[in-house]
């Protein structure tokens, strides 16, 4: 087993109130940027995999990463939940471009359905579409970029290849390490990261804030989806 149903890291902050009245005018924002022609820049979505609920967990490290890049670029007070996609979503520039970063509210084995209708909303392809997600095959602290492919085990990557119908997404692959004995894996997965690993978090969210900002950064003065 790998990366099954599991917990969520929460980055930003999102104000108890006036839920309403932002997720309708998001809405509305998210209606124009499918009606009204597309700005000047590129437009990409960087959507973190987890499961929302309980913060700390080594399965939801792709949603302590979109933390991270909300607050990187300013947003981090701006997250707004959207019922279209059942996710948080805040839009942010960069350059150029424009980021939208997501954070599905479903459970991670149907994060997909957030994943696609976001995507959907915001008239993107799927290699327009940045996942990042835990890898049990690499050590805490290693991190990769892969193009596409198949899931790996992965469930949360598995739906979104599902509902996207393609598997060309770009990945954020986030090492948490694998335990010795497979019948830990999935308290492991599902496990707070302990206190000595919580001292390389912030290291390791900033470098995953980089790459994946200097990758997109690079594919937008390009059509051409690089290493």
């Known amino acids: 087993m790998t990366s099954g149903g599991g917990v969520g890291v929460n980055g930003g902050s999102m104000r108890p109130g006036g839920f309403l009245?932002?997720?309708?005018?998001?809405?509305?924002?998210?209606?124009?940027?499918?009606?009204?022609?597309?700005?000047?820049?590129?437009?990409?979505?960087?959507?973190?995999?987890?499961?929302?609920?309980?913060?700390?967990?080594?399965?939801?490290?792709?949603?302590?990463?979109?933390?991270?890049l909300a607050r990187r670029l300013g947003v981090a007070e701006s997250w707004t939940r959207d019922r279209h996609c059942a996710a948080d979503l805040a839009l942010a520039p960069l350059g150029d471009a424009q980021l939208v970063l997501l954070r599905p509210r479903r459970l991670m084995n149907a994060n997909g359905r957030s994943v696609a209708r976001a995507a959907e909303l915001f008239g993107l392809t799927a290699e327009e579409v940045y996942l990042?997600?835990?890898?049990?095959?690499?050590p805490?602290?290693?991190?990769?970029?892969?193009?596409?492919?198949?899931?790996?085990?992965?469930?949360?990557?598995?739906?979104?290849?599902?509902?996207?119908?393609?598997?060309?997404?770009?990945?954020?692959r986030v090492g948490i390490g694998r335990p010795a004995h497979p019948e830990a894996v999935q308290a492991h997965v599902l496990g707070c990261f302990s206190p000595a690993e919580q001292e390389l978090l912030p290291l390791l969210l900033d470098r995953a804030t980089d790459l994946i900002l200097d990758h997109i950064r690079e594919r937008s003065q390009g059509p051409s989806l690089g290493p």
Do not use: F, Y
């Open 21 to 68: 009245g932002a997720g309708q005018r998001l809405s509305r924002a998210m209606s124009r940027c499918v009606l009204e022609p597309r700005p000047p820049g590129k437009r990409w979505m960087v959507a973190g995999l987890g499961n929302p609920g309980l913060p700390g967990t080594r399965h939801s490290v792709g949603m302590a990463v979109l933390g991270q």
């Open 132 to 138: 990042v997600h835990d890898e049990l095959d690499k």
């Open 140 to 172: 805490l602290g290693r991190l990769a970029l892969k193009l596409g492919g198949s899931a790996r085990g992965h469930n949360g990557v598995r739906s979104c290849i599902s509902c996207l119908n393609s598997n060309a997404m770009p990945r954020l």
